[in-house]
């Protein structure tokens, strides 16, 4: 943890130059490790001490006795190892392209998609929830718009909404992807911090 720093107390400003008294029991740090699991025989989320796992590559990558402290600080029952999942990039018209008569539910346009439903992306560069959170953004002008239009007529019809979720998503999809792709994108071979594909957490 770091040193204790002048700054705030449960949300208010301390004294200037004043030590913040912050409270240990609620804080909480959350320290992530990624490797890229093709480099793996094994599974490494069904590796049982993920602590001695997590040194090793620590000790074998020559990284800073630090690190060591931070995992040896981790309570073993916090440890999680999880793979990540991430989207594919998708076509603009990928509502037509799933559209089947005998099922009308996929691709409906009433059913819109925002955050990690959609755009799920490795956590490398923290963007997830950030896009997830445009998304509304983006979303609600569409939405505000649809709304003007059901008080004027009354009834929206489907191709009308397929207008405004199309209008979302030609904003959201290359903004989203884009981010997809700057965290690592899909390939988990690519030897970049911003690339890994599994990863321990706590
Ligand atoms: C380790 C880690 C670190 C991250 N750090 C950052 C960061 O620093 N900054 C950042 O912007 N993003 C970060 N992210 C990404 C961020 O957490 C996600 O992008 C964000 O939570 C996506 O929000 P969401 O609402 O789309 O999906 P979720 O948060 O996954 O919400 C979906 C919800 O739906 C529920 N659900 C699922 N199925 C059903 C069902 N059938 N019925 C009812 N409910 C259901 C789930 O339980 C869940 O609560 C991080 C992710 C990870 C894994």
């Known amino acids: 943890m770091p040193d204790r720093s002048p700054g705030t107390v449960d949300g208010k400003a301390s004294k200037a130059g004043s030590?913040?008294?912050?409270?240990e029991q609620e804080a909480s740090i959350m320290f992530g490790m990624h490797f890229p699991a093709s480099e793996y025989?094994?599974?490494?989320?069904?590796i049982k001490d993920k602590r001695a796992f997590m040194k090793d590559q620590l000790k074998s990558r020559n990284?800073?006795?630090?690190?060591?402290?931070?995992?040896?600080a981790i309570s073993s029952d916090d440890i999680y190892a999880v793979h990540n999942r991430t989207s594919k990039p998708?076509?603009?018209?990928?509502?037509?392209?799933?559209?089947?008569?005998?099922?009308?539910?996929?691709?409906?346009p009433r059913v819109w998609l925002i955050g990690d439903?959609?755009?799920?992306?490795?956590?490398?560069?923290?963007?997830?929830?950030?896009q997830a959170l445009h998304?509304?953004?983006?979303?609600l002008l569409a939405l505000q718009g649809?709304?003007?239009?059901?008080?004027?007529?009354?009834?929206?019809?489907?191709?009308?909404?397929?207008?405004?979720?199309n209008q979302y998503e030609?904003?959201?999809?290359?903004?989203?992807?884009?981010?997809?792709?700057?965290?690592?994108?899909?390939?988990?071979?690519?030897?970049?911090?911003?690339?890994?594909?599994?990863?321990?957490?706590?």
């Open 90 to 108: 998708l076509p603009n018209d990928w509502r037509n392209n799933v559209h089947d008569p005998s099922k009308p539910e996929l691709g409906h």
């Open 135 to 139: 998304d509304c953004a983006d979303a």
């Open 170 to 202: 030609s904003k959201m999809m290359p903004r989203a992807f884009s981010w997809v792709k700057k965290s690592g994108g899909v390939n988990d071979r690519v030897r970049k911090t911003s690339s890994f594909s599994a990863h321990f957490t706590s």
């Open 41 to 46: 025989e094994e599974d490494i989320t069904q």
């Open 63 to 72: 990284w800073h006795h630090g690190y060591h402290q931070l995992v040896d």
């Open 19 to 23: 030590v913040a008294e912050y409270n």
């Open 146 to 165: 649809l709304a003007g239009l059901s008080e004027s007529s009354g009834k929206v019809p489907d191709d009308k909404v397929a207008e405004f979720v």
């Open 117 to 130: 439903a959609i755009h799920a992306m490795l956590p490398s560069r923290g963007m997830g929830a950030n």
